[in-house]
Nanobody, 114 residues
Framework: QVQLVESGGGLVQPGRSLRLSCTAS????????MAWYRQAPGKERELVAD???????NYADSVKGRFTISRDNAKNTVYLQMNSLKPEDTAVYYC????????WGQGTQVTVSS
């Protein structure tokens, strides 16, 4: 059974940084791609970034140059470093292994506001 636990969200001012973490279990983490999605109020869930098992990365245009996805296979953890945060980054952030469609954690709230 796939389990995902996100953490690291919070309330920050515009321009500041946060690092999100997601620890996974129930599958061989190192063999699979991982992705971060986010969902803002009243909007559909959208892809933020993903990382393959070989550490190849992909980003949404809205976060390129500001966010960095990484993974630590020894810890079964994927990270999302978010810099230069903007109010439009406010959302609940989720991680997921795309190979297990529909597997989501509880998410972590990120609020960017002055």
């Amino acid at each position: 059974q796939v389990q995902l636990v996100e953490s690291g969200g919070g309330l920050v001012q515009p321009g500041r940084s946060l690092r999100l973490s997601c620890t996974a279990s129930g599958f061989t983490f190192r063999n699979y791609a991982m992705a971060w999605y986010r969902q803002a109020p009243g909007k559909e869930r959208e892809l933020v970034a993903d990382i393959t098992s070989t550490h190849r990365t992909n980003y949404a245009d809205s976060v390129k140059g500001r966010f960095t996805i990484s993974r630590d296979n020894a810890k079964n953890t994927v990270y999302l470093q978010m810099n230069s945060l903007k109010p439009e980054d406010t959302a609940v952030y989720y991680c997921t292994p795309p190979a297990w469609a529909g597997s989501w954690g509880q998410g972590t709230q990120v609020t960017v506001s002055s």
